[in-house]
Structures are given as structure tokens and as C-alpha cells.
């Protein structure tokens, strides 16, 4: 793949459509070709994914729990949130950057952990974790990443984070956390929000049983022939996708691909408690963040558990269905912990999204699904070009808001009147 070509399963005759409607004389359509420099928005990233992916590793990155209600309310939320900029202001010298655990950001990014990353892109991994590198943002390894801590350790210049899901043996969680020390990873993120797995049922619909596709998907699997060929070349060259930061702890089978979803039931925890978050902190003296959590309560909790921040998630919609959106129950956190570091994901797909959560006070925000598309999309180049779009339109959106630097941005934020009830409480705007 050169010259920012993209291999998606474009389907040509739509690529340049001059079809017009009887209605209207000119058709409104995302770009569906395979240049990336023409895809200008996560959204384009997205339906490029979506084409080149069969659908059951579509629905895998996409599918939310249940009915999907968080998953479409972390969109809907920021339809609600809107700006009141300031004009004639020389924003010539605009300044995005963040300060992070002692680490300078150009933007208040980071990559959060996907697991099975090479079911979007062979070497999924390790190609996010180059796309962070080059833009110098944090990436996120999952326990559950196809690629090892140690690989990823080896890139350089990145600035990994790893993300510890506690298992049900104690002794993999010490041996993660020391091999995470050991591959110079520079922050922990512990992931408190799946100690049940979830029911993620347009996934498991992919599925007669656990790790056999139906034939449905089996045969539209087969019909993505550039995601197959690529799939088998990897198989060829690396064997079958293991989660690999597991390798040592389970036999291969166990591990494998196919055997994913059992592993992953039997080991989540669900007696997880603050109790393993403080063994944690005794094993880690870097930068510790609790991810999954939703009030202030639990917030507090975490601070006085010797965490230095949190990731307010709903674990994109994955989890809990129903639950309230992280940039709902952001400002009266802030409110209550204002200088306590936080960091907010679930639905952000634009630039002004992140912009609207540093103005409710977030400290930075995860990606999850944005980076993932554009690593579906087209790899490392895709990831890349994902984490650029955000980037760019953060620095738009500053320009046109006359903002020199992220504190200002607080200052253009317009709350509409407390529309939405966060947790039986007013969604408030203001800080
Ligand atoms: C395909 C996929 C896999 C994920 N795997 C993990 C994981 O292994 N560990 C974790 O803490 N979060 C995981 N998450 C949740 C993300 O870290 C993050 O919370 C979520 O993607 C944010 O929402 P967004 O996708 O709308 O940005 C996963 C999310 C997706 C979409």
C-alpha cells in the first residue's frame, strides 16, 4: 500500500456516483474510494472499515451491549454541548498541548487499549502503537493485544501505557505489571468495568457456537478476499493470533483466536474490589489509572487509593447498557476533584468532542474506535491519518473559537439549560 491508497473492498461504480435524485440536484455521500488523503473524517475512516472488514470482525470492533442504548447516547450527548467562540483574535501562535503524568502531548490524546487488535489489521498492535509514536501521544497495549508487551516495548520513542484487566490468577497480574516495568511502559491502567463480560449480541449473532462462525459468515468472511489474504499471510509468517501477553500462563490452544471467549469468561473476575487496585499500587510506583469509572464517590475512592487519575468510561458502550455517558458525570467530578487528573472516553470521534470534555474538565481524552477504524481502514497509515484528523480539527476548532490554548476553551462552552439527567442529577455545563 503506497501513496496513501487504501485496499478497502471499494465497490467502484458508487465511487463517483453522478446518480441525482428526482428531489435534489446534488447528492450528499461520504467518500467511499481508496485515497486516503481524500477521507477527511473518522466517520469516512469508518465506513472504509466497515468495507473492508468481513462483518462478524465488523461487529466485533462496532457492536455495543444489549440495545445499544449507551453506545448511541455517547454520540447523542455531544449534539448538546455547543460553543459561543470570540472573534478578531490572532491565534497565529495556537497552542494544543497538554501536560500528562510529566509528559508533554501535542494534543490531549491517547490511544485507549483495544484488545484483538489484529483481528482489524495483522500487526494491529504494534501499528497503533507506531501511529501514537509518530504523532507522540500515549498508546495503550491491552492484556488481551495480539502483540506482547515486549514487542511493543521495542518501538522507539513510544510512549506505552498498559492496560491490566485482574484476573483470577494473582500471580499473572504481578507478572504483567513486572513485565510491564521491565518493557519501560510508562503508565498502568487498570480496567474495573468488565468484571462480568458482557452481552454484546450483534457479535455473538456472528457465532453458531463459541469461536464457530455461522455459515453465513463463514461464506461472507471467505468474500473479503484482501482481509483473508492478508489474515493467512500473517498466519503464515506469526501463526495463529494468540493474546499474546497471556502465552506464558495458558496452553497455546487455550490462547488462540477460536478459544478467545471462554478464556476471556473464566478469567475476568467478578470479586474484583479496591482491594486488588491497592495490591496494585504496591506493585507499580509509575503512574496508576483506574478506567471504568463513572461518580465521584468512586473517584474519591481511587484518589484515596493512591491512583493518580481516572478514565471516566462506559467502556464504550460495551458493558453496561443504559449507562450514562462519561462526559455526563464529568463536570460535577471535576467540580468536586479540581485538581485530580481525568481522563474521559466513550464515543469521541471529532475534534470538537475533545474539546467539549476539556471544557467540562477533562485533562485528556482516550480513543478507542476512531484509531481502530483507521487501523481497519488501511493499517498503520490508517491510524495515523485518524489520529491527524482529530488533530487537526482540534486545532480548527481552537482557531475559530479564538482559542491561544486549551485552558481557554472552558470559557466558549454554552450549556443548554441542563437537558440531559446524569444519574438522577442535572447534566450541568458549567464547571
Ligand atoms: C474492539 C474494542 C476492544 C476493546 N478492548 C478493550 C480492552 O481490551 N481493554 C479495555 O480496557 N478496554 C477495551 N475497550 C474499550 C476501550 O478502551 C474504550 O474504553 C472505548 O473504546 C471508548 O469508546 P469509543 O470506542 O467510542 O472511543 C475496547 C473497545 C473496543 C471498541
Redesign the pocket.
Same mark, same amino acid.
Given at each position: 500500500m503506497t501513496g496513501g491508497e487504501f485496499e478497502g473492498n471499494c465497490i467502484q461504480p458508487k465511487r463517483f456516483s453522478t446518480r441525482v435524485s428526482q428531489k435534489h440536484n446534488v447528492r450528499r455521500h461520504l467518500y467511499i474510494g481508496c485515497d486516503l488523503k481524500r477521507v477527511q473524517t473518522i466517520d469516512e475512516l469508518r465506513a472504509a472499515a466497515e468495507r473492508r472488514l468481513p462483518a462478524f470482525a465488523w461487529q466485533?470492533?462496532e457492536s455495543g451491549s444489549e440495545d445499544e442504548l449507551t453506545l448511541e447516547r455517547?454520540r447523542r450527548v455531544f449534539r448538546n454541548i455547543s460553543f459561543v467562540p470570540s472573534t478578531l483574535v490572532d491565534t497565529s501562535g495556537l497552542d494544543s498541548s497538554v501536560e500528562l503524568f510529566g509528559a508533554r502531548l501535542p494534543a490531549p490524546l491517547v490511544v485507549?487499549? $483495544? /484488545?484483538?487488535n489484529g483481528l482489524a489489521f495483522p500487526g494491529g498492535d504494534s501499528a497503533l502503537a507506531r501511529a501514537a509514536q509518530r504523532a507522540r501521544i500515549p498508546f495503550t497495549l491491552?492484556?488481551?493485544a495480539n502483540e506482547s508487551i515486549e514487542e511493543i516495548g521495542t518501538i522507539p520513542g513510544a510512549q506505552n501505557w498498559f492496560?491490566l484487566?485482574i484476573l483470577e490468577d494473582p500471580s499473572i497480574t504481578t507478572r504483567l505489571v513486572e513485565r510491564a516495568r521491565q518493557a519501560n511502559f510508562k503508565a498502568l491502567?487498570v $480496567?474495573t468495568d468488565?468484571n462480568v463480560s458482557s452481552a454484546r449480541e450483534w457479535q455473538r449473532r456472528c457465532y453458531r457456537s463459541p469461536g464457530k462462525l455461522s455459515h453465513p459468515h463463514l461464506f461472507d468472511a471467505l468474500c473479503h478476499i484482501r482481509w483473508v489474504r492478508e489474515y493467512v499471510r500473517r498466519m503464515v509468517s506469526h501463526g495463529e493470533p494468540v493474546f499474546a501477553n497471556l502465552a506464558e500462563f495458558f496452553p497455546r490452544r487455550q490462547i488462540s483466536a477460536a478459544k478467545a471467549a471462554s478464556l476471556i469468561t473464566s478469567q475476568l473476575k467478578p470479586r474484583i474490589t479496591w482491594d486488588d487496585v491497592r495490591k496494585i499500587r504496591q506493585l507499580w510506583d509509575g503512574p496508576l489509572l483506574v478506567?471504568g469509572v463513572m461518580t465521584e464517590a468512586d473517584t474519591i475512592r481511587a484518589r484515596n487509593t493512591g491512583v493518580d487519575g481516572v478514565v471516566l468510561?462506559n467502556? /464504550? /458502550?460495551?458493558q453496561l447498557d443504559c449507562a450514562v455517558s462519561p462526559i455526563e458525570v464529568l463536570p460535577a467530578i471535576r467540580n468536586r476533584l479540581p485538581d485530580f487528573p481525568i481522563l474521559v472516553?466513550? /464515543?469521541?470521534r471529532r475534534g470538537s468532542d475533545v474539546l467539549k470534555a476539556l471544557a467540562l474538565g477533562a485533562n485528556a481524552v482516550?480513543?478507542?474506535?476512531?484509531t481502530?477504524y483507521g487501523l481497519a481502514a488501511a493499517g498503520e497509515g490508517g491510524a495515523a491519518h485518524a489520529i491527524n484528523i482529530l488533530m487537526s480539527e482540534i486545532h480548527r476548532v481552537m482557531g475559530l473559537l479564538g482559542c491561544l490554548d486549551l485552558a481557554c476553551v472552558a470559557r466558549h462552552i454554552n450549556c443548554p439549560a441542563a437537558t440531559h439527567s446524569a444519574g438522577g442529577g442535572d447534566f450541568h455545563c458549567s464547571r
Open positions: 466485533y470492533i455517547n485507549a487499549p $483495544t /484488545g484483538f491491552s492484556s488481551f492496560q484487566y491502567v $480496567t468488565a478506567k468510561s467502556h /464504550g /458502550g460495551r472516553d466513550s /464515543g469521541f482516550m480513543v478507542g474506535r476512531a481502530l
